[in-house]
């Protein structure tokens, strides 16, 4: 039951939310996720915790904080990767509902009310979004928000290509729910996508029909710590070009699908071309050409490769950080505020509720 004491229903069947943890060695991280889960003012969940092989002191969190949190399944295995994990708390929950909460990301105390309501007022809804703002390990803002404030807001099926990348460009794992049944129709997580395996499957859920709504609110605090998977690009850029490949190749040729794939390649490759030799570098931009990207930027790019082009990006990138040390000091907000009053304190644009 909610503190409310209601209970939300869809068409007559009772909203059972289960609530997936996954973690491997993100001991020190996850003690602020399940802080964000015992804060929260829908406290009628099933909450699992999978610890991927974790070797740190992950199962002390766990048991430090399972008596703040009503029905908590802690479920140990081997280390075999996110995308197994996700499964693997999927088939053991119980729920109609599931939700995502990395073990380095935080919830607002309204998330799982606010996503539950969403699903309550779109009874025909499969797969809920949800707006957020990106922090770095030490609290410093690094944006406002997650969801471009140019995406449409979404409620039905997405039917044009522009349609489905901007909804699919704003779902993060920690910012959506869905329901169990679209995970029976559209499978599990691919684990051949070690990184980008919760984008290819919210592809497939959108190319597959499911009926998305976005959320105008920003409910999640994105960590960004150095220790994520998305912090090593050129893994990011292999996954993601395996990605498109598999599920867009057959519209390769739409204007919306090269412009997105082109301001994608060309934002990624900033960083991959300060960050890691020629020979990698070259490797990834073959790839994308050969993927089908449309770019005479990317391949001059290529060719730039063989005359120096990483070491002058790499040097344009320490001057750019250097300047921006003159910047002053970015906003900060506490990450050890209890949830409620961090949430509360955000700066930044009004939500519309």
């Not at 803002?141 to 404030?149: C, F, M, Q, T, Y």
């Not at 912090?231 to 996954?239: G, I, K, L, T």
Request: net charge positive; charged share 25%.
């Amino acid at each position: 039951m909610s503190r409310s004491g209601r209970r939300c229903t869809i068409t007559g069947t009772p909203i059972k939310i289960s609530v997936v943890v996954c973690t491997h060695n993100y001991g020190q991280l996850l003690q602020d996720a399940l802080r964000s889960l015992a804060a929260q003012k829908f406290t009628d969940f099933e909450l699992l915790i999978v610890d991927d092989g974790s070797t740190d002191r992950t199962e002390e969190v766990v048991s430090r904080f399972s008596p703040r949190l009503h029905q908590c399944v802690y479920l140990k295995k081997s280390h075999s990767g996110l995308a197994d994990s996700r499964n693997v708390g999927l088939r053991a929950a119980t729920g109609t509902h599931i939700a995502f909460l990395d073990a380095d990301d935080f919830w607002s105390p309204d998330y799982l009310d606010a996503m539950r309501g969403a699903f309550e007022s779109t009874p025909e809804a499969e797969l809920v979004g949800c707006d957020g703002v990106r922090v770095d390990g030490s609290g410093g803002i690094l944006a406002l928000r997650l969801v471009s404030p140019d995406a449409p807001p979404v409620c039905g099926r997405l039917h044009t290509i522009e349609g489905r990348l901007s909804f699919i460009c704003s779902v993060r794992p920690s910012t959506m729910m869905f329901t169990k049944s679209l995970y029976g129709r559209i499978g599990p997580f691919d684990t051949s996508y070690p990184i980008a395996h919760d984008q290819h499957w919210v592809t497939r859920a959108v190319k597959g029909g499911a009926f998305c709504v976005s959320l105008d609110r920003r409910l999640i605090l994105y960590r960004e710590h150095g220790q994520n998977m998305t912090s090593r690009p050129d893994e990011v850029m292999n996954d993601w070009l395996s990605v498109y490949a598999n599920q867009w190749n057959s519209e390769a040729a739409a204007p919306a699908l090269q412009m997105y794939f082109r301001r994608f390649l060309r934002g990624s490759f900033r960083a991959l071309l300060a960050g890691y030799p020629a020979r990698l570098n070259r490797m990834l931009l073959r790839r994308a050409l050969e993927a089908g990207a449309k770019d005479w930027l990317l391949k001059v790019a290529f060719f730039l490769t063989y005359l120096g082009l990483c070491p002058a990006a790499r040097y344009a990138r320490a001057v750019k950080r250097a300047f921006r040390g003159f910047s002053g000091p970015k906003m900060r907000i506490d990450l050890s505020a209890p949830p409620e009053i961090l949430f509360a304190t955000l700066p930044g644009p009004v939500e519309r509720r």
